[in-house]
């Protein structure tokens, strides 16, 4: 008997609506639910503006929620008082996409990575937080003589491992990684990845990894989520997700990763995503990918899909894929196959 995987993060029916005047409200995260088990790696995708950063945020509790609720350890995110916080922010840490926009450019990289350490008096004296620096450093690919020098010494993807090694600073648990690759060369983007696979194997670390394609995510990620204007349409490993995607969202996503080699990547088929991403403000009713989905029904305008678990670990928000409803006669698209 296999044994079940602990959860180490719990998403329940996570909303973070934003007002925007005019009585209007920004559904920007409406109704994420998800787990991530102890020592995995969860890919968050979707395009940009479906929300992926502000559900990031606030999962690791630096926006409120609107409405549902986060548990890190069974304990509720957006419910802890001063202290409580302050003892799980040194185990939940992020890494952002813009390596140069995160770094302070006045301070030192020295400065930069003990900072966390000096806010959480973690060390006495100055000798051992060098110390715990240069390990730092060496653990994420640098070394020791990088740490008096400023930021825009580096380049793009030194620049990430520095803020990959302020992340490490505090001994976390849990990393999010908000695009951390998005910004560098393709020839980086690889050795970063290996980084944090080698970093997840040396310290037991878990990570929520959100992209905005499923290029890189896919390899590094062992089970992934898609989520498409505020929602999450599917869910399931990401062998799964890449064999036998269940939603033209996905399918679509797929369809977007470019392959090596160039009589496949001429003759195959690209399914092309129609239009916008609709606004957040006034999501379409029913299913919100309707309006670009090639195998809209009536249906798909009336009522909001399901979340079924279609196999084990495999759970998708589509019609196509309910029977109760693909079994209506009346339905005239039912013959559609995905
Ligand atoms: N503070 C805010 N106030 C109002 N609207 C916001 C705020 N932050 C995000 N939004 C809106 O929420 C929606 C989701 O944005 P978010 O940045 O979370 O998406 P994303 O998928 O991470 O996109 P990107 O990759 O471009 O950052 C967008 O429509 C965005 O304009």
Redesign the pocket.
């Known amino acids: 008997m296999t044994e079940s995987p602990s959860v180490l993060l719990s998403v329940k029916n996570l909303k973070r609506h ?3 005047g005019k009585g209007k409200t ?1 559904k ?2 409406d109704g994420l639910s998800f787990d991530v088990y102890k020592g995995e790696t969860f890919g968050l995708v ?12 606030t999962i690791l509790g630096l ?1 409120n929620n609107t409405d549902g609720e986060v548990l890190f350890e069974g304990e509720n995110v957006h419910g802890m008082n001063d202290k409580e916080r302050q003892k799980f922010l040194k185990k939940m840490q992020m890494v952002f ?1 813009d390596p140069y926009a995160s770094l302070n450019p006045r301070s030192t990289v020295f400065e930069i990575i003990a900072e966390p350490m000096e806010i959480h008096k973690m060390y006495s004296s100055k000798k051992e937080l060098r110390k715990r620096v240069h390990e730092l450093l060496e653990d994420v690919g640098l070394n020791r003589d990088h740490a008096n020098r400023y930021p825009h010494e580096f380049s793009g993807g030194q620049r990430q491992r520095i803020g990959i090694a302020r992340a490490l600073a505090l001994d976390p648990e849990f990393i999010i990684a ?2 951390p690759i ?1 910004a560098l060369d393709v020839s980086v983007q690889a050795q970063v990845v290996m980084l944090f696979q080698r970093l997840q194997r040396e310290k037991g670390l878990t990570y929520l990894f ?1 992209a ?1 394609d499923l290029s890189m995510v896919k390899y590094i990620s062992d089970r992934i989520g898609v ?1 498409y204007l ?1 929602h999450l349409v599917e869910l399931t490993t990401s062998d799964q997700l890449y064999n036998k995607p269940l939603h033209p969202y996905t399918e679509a996503l797929l369809s977007a990763i470019p392959i090596p080699d160039p009589d496949i990547e001429e003759s195959r088929e690209r399914i092309l995503l129609e239009g916008e ?1 609709p ?3 006034e999501p379409p009713s029913g299913c919100v990918f309707r309006t670009r989905c090639a195998y809209a029904m009536d249906v798909c305008a009336e009522r909001k899909p399901q979340w079924l678990e279609k196999e084990e670990d495999h759970f998708v928000a589509c019609h196509l894929h309910d029977e109760t409803i693909m079994k209506d006669s009346r339905n005239p698209r039912k013959q559609v196959q995905v």
Request: include cysteine; glycine fraction near 16%.
């Open positions: 934003f007002d925007v920004l920007a995260v979707g395009e940009s503006g479906c929300g992926k950063s502000t559900a990031g945020r926006y996409q908000d695009e998005s959100i905005h989520m505020g991403l606004s957040p403000i």
